[in-house]
Nanobody
Framework: QVQLMDSGGGLVQAGGSLRLSCAASGSIFSFDAMGWFRQAPGKQRELVALSSGGSTNYADSVKGRFTISRDDAKNTVYLQMNSLKPEDTAVYYC????????WGQGTQVTVSS
């Protein structure tokens, strides 16, 4: 069983930055995919960034602004979000896969205009 703890969300003005963290209960070496999804009110959950097989894919809407990274010593995955826009407002969920998919509890990001 994998447990994930998302954190780092908050309220920020447009143009600002936030860094989300996802702390895993075990070694992140064992995961074959790691990433972040988001869900805005009234919308479906969508991919933000996903790392798998040595490559990373970003949603077109966040390319050049968001960066996924990892700290293996801390078993933590990060999402650095820069130049935030009001349309980035959503609950952000950490995602990992080790055979099965596991989700964090979500962290709210609100970007004011």
């Amino acid at each position: 069983q994998v447990q994930l703890m998302d954190s780092g969300g908050g309220l920020v003005q447009a143009g600002g930055s936030l860094r989300l963290s996802c702390a895993a209960s075990g070694s992140i070496f064992s995961f074959d995919a790691m990433g972040w999804f988001r869900q805005a009110p009234g919308k479906q959950r969508e991919l933000v960034a996903l790392s798998s097989g040595g490559s990373t894919n970003y949603a077109d809407s966040v390319k050049g602004r968001f960066t996924i990274s990892r700290d293996d010593a801390k078993n933590t995955v990060y999402l650095q979000m820069n130049s935030l826009k009001p349309e980035d407002t959503a609950v952000y969920y950490c995602y990992v896969r080790r055979g099965l998919a596991y989700w964090g509890q979500g962290t709210q990001v609100t970007v004011s205009s």
